[in-house]
C-alpha cells in the first residue's frame, strides 16, 4: 500500500473541502431565475387613517449581465377619474452573502453601479431571496434623521406572485396591501 506524503494528503482534503462547500453554495444559491416575468393585478391599498384607494399594479423582473432588474409600477384612480402612475425600476447585483444582492442604481467615477447615500436623502435598496420570496427593501432617511421603509415580499404562487407591500414610517405602519399579481 502506497501512503502520501503529509503535506500532499493535507493539501488534498483541503481542495476536496473547497469542493464540497462550492457545491453547497451553488446548491443553495438564491435563483432568480423563477421570478423572472411579467406580472399584473389590482388592489385596494389601506392606509392607516382608514382611506383606501385603488390601484392597478404590474411588476416585471428580468435578467441582466450581472444580476436582475425588478420594475413596478402602480396606477392610482382618483376619485376625479385622473390617474397617477408611480414606477420604479432597480437593478441588483449579486453581494458575498448569499441570496442577498445589493441595487446597482446609479455608476462611480470607474463605471461600476453602486448604491445610493440614504444621508443625501436617496433611498438605499437592497433585496434578499429566502425560499420561494423575493423581498425589496427600501430605506429612506428624512432630513430630520428619521426614516421611511418600504418592504415588497414577492412571493411565487400558482400562476403568478402573492404581492405583499407596506410602508413603515417613524417605526409605524402608514399603508400596506396584499395583492395576487398575474403571470403573463
Excluded: C
Aim: aromatic share 10%; glycine share 8%.
Amino acid at each position: 500500500m502506497k501512503y502520501l506524503r503529509p503535506h500532499v494528503a493535507l493539501h488534498r482534503l483541503w481542495t476536496a473541502l473547497a469542493v464540497v462547500l462550492l457545491l453547497a453554495q451553488t446548491a443553495n444559491a438564491a435563483d432568480i431565475s423563477e421570478f423572472v416575468g411579467s406580472y399584473t393585478g389590482s388592489a385596494r391599498v389601506e392606509s392607516s387613517d382608514g382611506t383606501s384607494v385603488f390601484r392597478d399594479m404590474n411588476v416585471k423582473i428580468s435578467l441582466t449581465e450581472n444580476g436582475f432588474t425588478v420594475q413596478w409600477a402602480s396606477s392610482t384612480h382618483k376619485p376625479d377619474g385622473r390617474i397617477k402612475i408611480k414606477s420604479t425600476s432597480v437593478s441588483f447585483v449579486p453581494t458575498d452573502r448569499n441570496g442577498i444582492f445589493a441595487a446597482a442604481m446609479e455608476k462611480n467615477v470607474f463605471g461600476h453601479e453602486v448604491q445610493l447615500d440614504p444621508m443625501k436623502g436617496e433611498p438605499f435598496v437592497w433585496s434578499r431571496i429566502v425560499g420561494d420570496t423575493l423581498t425589496v427593501f427600501s430605506l429612506f432617511v428624512d432630513e430630520a434623521g428619521s426614516y421611511e421603509m418600504q418592504q415588497y415580499d414577492r412571493t411565487l404562487a400558482d400562476g403568478g406572485l402573492l404581492l405583499k407591500f407596506s410602508f413603515l414610517q417613524h417605526g409605524e405602519e402608514r399603508r400596506s396591501v396584499s395583492t395576487f399579481l398575474k403571470r403573463h
